[in-house]
């Protein structure tokens, strides 16, 4: 049996890609220079990719079933990149059981439950060299106000315009920090924010996210608000930026989101 074959019984190839393009990433920018352990990898990677995938596995608008295979493809493919994590594989022996119990899946799948469990129960072996990049790719266009959500709390973005190549949103920041999904009544007066500097001046901060790709989002985590918006956050409050703007992916952008919103004082 192989990674491949797992992820196929689970029917959900849209789930799976955007979890594989996801751990691509991670795993890419974790051995980027890096001669670490896979378990020191693992450090950096796992709590910025469960930043992402908890917006599904403790969303309660979510159906259980897709927090079962979302899981459940979560423990395989981080087996297949060479990682393994004690909590994600209990979860996802469960899943299976629980997913056998409501006949979620095929006939095929219950008969190698047992098997599919030995293999994600066994050693992954780590990867010699890095994985390649994922296609760079948006479904995101000009003029559309999203909501990202950061562990509990959720912040709005527009969309200036896309990169040459439809490659990745260049997004500007609404200032303001909400427990739920802001509306587009909530944030369209809302100027935009700044990054302040350590010389006290706040300046214009916009941001090229790569991998801010799915419409609907995969993982919960990003929502369109509004599309069609010609008005972008009033940013004249602010002085000019360093340069046009930073390039970035979804990941980064976690750190940045803290950063911007000085979450870490």
Not at 23 to 45: E, Q
Not at 180 to 196: D, F
Not at 220 to 230: T, Y
Request: charged share 25%; proline share 3%.
């Amino acid at each position: 049996m192989t990674h491949q074959q797992i992820l196929d019984k689970l029917a959900s190839k849209h789930l799976v890609k955007s979890i594989d393009e996801d751990l691509a990433r991670l795993t890419f920018s974790a051995m980027l220079g890096n001669k670490d352990s896979a378990d020191t990898h693992l450090l950096y990677i796992l709590p910025r990719l469960l930043n992402r995938w908890n917006c599904v596995l403790n969303a309660d608008e979510i159906s259980n079933n897709y927090k079962q295979i979302t899981i459940l493809a979560l423990s395989v493919l981080l087996h297949k990149y060479g990682f393994q994590d004690e909590t994600i594989n209990k979860k996802a022996i469960d899943a299976i059981d629980l997913l056998n119990k409501e006949v979620v899946l095929s006939d095929d799948f219950e008969r190698k439950s047992e098997e599919i469990k030995q293999f994600i129960l066994s050693t992954p072996t780590p990867l010699k060299r890095k994985p390649s990049q994922p296609e760079s790719i948006t479904f995101y266009r000009k003029g559309d106000v999203i909501s990202i959500q950061l562990e509990d709390h959720f912040y709005a973005a527009y969309i200036h315009e896309i990169s040459r190549g439809n490659e990745s949103p260049i997004i500007e920041f609404y200032d303001g920090v909400f427990d739920t999904i802001p509306s587009w009544e909530g944030i369209k007066n809302l100027s935009a924010k700044g990054q302040l500097y350590n010389s006290g001046i706040e300046r214009i901060s916009k941001y090229s996210v790569y991998g801010l790709k799915h419409q609907p989002d995969t993982a919960n985590q990003i929502h369109l608000i509004k599309s069609c918006v010609d008005t972008s956050p009033i940013n004249k409050h602010l002085k000019e930026s360093v340069g046009l703007y930073s390039v970035i992916d979804l990941f980064r952008m976690q750190s940045d989101i803290k950063n911007l919103f000085k979450l870490n004082e």
